[in-house]
């Protein structure tokens, strides 16, 4: 039997979906398609808009982005739809001024009013998310279908997985593809790393490996991090190309240092037992608890494990209970079974209870948890 903390995640595409949003800031301001023949004002909120894109670029030597917000304040409150934009994506993001998602709501909108594409996709995004507002598919979908009309690849992208998921619209996987395809033959990542997925499972065009593997390079190439991830998973396992562990635990460490929290914890097991890098109990605790802060249920189980077991970490019973109850929380199994376990054996502060290990046993075995089964069988109790 794999050993339960060994099972790596896996992560398709399409459950990971949702892409920050962005601006492309490393691409050089543009002017707005309005501003011939603007009034003396709105040329000087372009030139705001410009010098602020300017101080918010990350490879700037002199970035300020407080300053760079106060440039876009001043041209947003002149009708710049740009600096609009730009003010939008720095209060999402925490950019040189508290992150506030309903001021971000607030400008993506007055930019998308003007039609900036950039700005629809965004402020589709955040009703997807429901960041900022509530969450209302329908009108993400309609905003990104404004924006895929001025050839947006984001949008594209995105409307490509509002289909694939029966989001805001009907489940259709052969329009979803369709999408994905026009973002992906554009360069787009997340469009490249969804696409490869569709292809690997065969949905909405026939199962193709190769393509699929062709696909996860080209987006990885790109620093993609879930396309990293998923290709870490075919060195792991093989599957359409050569098994390499060494090669998977570089492609996780990749993406692991974009803060993906599934890379972390996969790599973080990788560390536990040795596979394609060293054997580290110590880099381990560290990974699953980068993992485990973002909410991760497996990490928090993981996590545990090292609390329980004394590995890489004091052992704890207590700690190793409470991430076990979180892990548990989210309906992990592999947490309710080691709840129920430490309920038996009257671990972590807790009196026996056998009421209530059976109770957790079975939470466990009802989702095919083979030692939790066992634990019922031997308890005499059913599930």
Not at 56 to 85: C, H, K, M, P
Not at 179 to 187: E, F
């Amino acid at each position: 039997m794999i050993p339960w903390w060994s099972r790596l995640l896996t992560l398709g595409c399409v459950a990971l979906a949702l892409a920050v949003t962005s601006l492309g800031v490393d691409a050089q301001p543009r002017e707005p398609a309005s501003s011939a023949g603007s009034t003396q004002a709105s040329l000087s909120a372009v030139q705001a808009y410009q010098q602020g894109a300017r101080l918010a670029d990350v490879r700037s030597a002199t970035r300020d982005d407080v300053e760079a917000v106060r440039l876009f304040r001043w041209a947003a409150d002149r009708g710049n739809a740009d600096a609009q934009l730009y003010l939008g994506w720095m209060y999402e993001n925490g950019r040189g001024i508290p992150k506030d998602h309903v001021e971000a709501v607030r400008y993506y909108r007055l930019a998308a009013r003007q039609g900036l594409s950039v700005a629809q996709t965004n402020l589709g995004f955040m009703y997807e998310t429901g960041r900022g507002l509530a969450n209302n598919d329908g009108e993400a979908v309609r905003l990104y279908r404004l924006a895929v009309k001025q050839g947006d690849a984001r949008a594209q992208s995105h409307l490509g997985w509002m289909y694939a998921n029966g989001r805001g619209v009907p489940r259709d996987d052969v329009r979803a593809v369709r999408l994905y395809r026009l973002a992906a033959n554009r360069g787009h990542a997340d469009a490249q790393n969804r696409l490869a997925f569709m292809h690997a499972e065969g949905r909405g065009v026939p199962r193709d490996d190769v393509e699929a593997i062709r696909l996860y390079r080209l987006a990885a190439d790109q620093g993609n991090a879930p396309a990293q991830f998923n290709l870490a998973l075919r060195h792991l396992s093989g599957q359409g190309v050569i098994q390499d562990d060494a090669q998977a635990a570089r492609l996780l460490r990749l993406a692991a240092d974009q803060g993906l929290a599934k890379a972390q914890r996969n790599l973080g097991v990788l560390h536990l037992e040795g596979r394609g890098v060293s054997k580290d109990d110590v880099e381990a605790v560290r990974l699953f608890g980068l993992a485990a802060d973002q909410g991760l249920a497996a990490a928090h189980d993981n996590l545990g494990w090292m609390y329980e077991n004394g590995r890489g970490v004091a052992k704890d019973h207590l700690e190793a209970l409470r991430l076990f109850r979180l892990a548990a929380s989210q309906g992990d199994a592999s947490g309710q079974y080691k709840v129920g376990y430490f309920f038996e054996q009257g671990l972590g502060g807790l009196n026996p209870d056998l009421s209530a290990a059976k109770d957790w046993y079975q939470l466990a075995a009802r989702q095919g948890h083979d030692d939790a089964q066992a634990a019922l069988k031997r308890l005499g109790a059913t599930w």
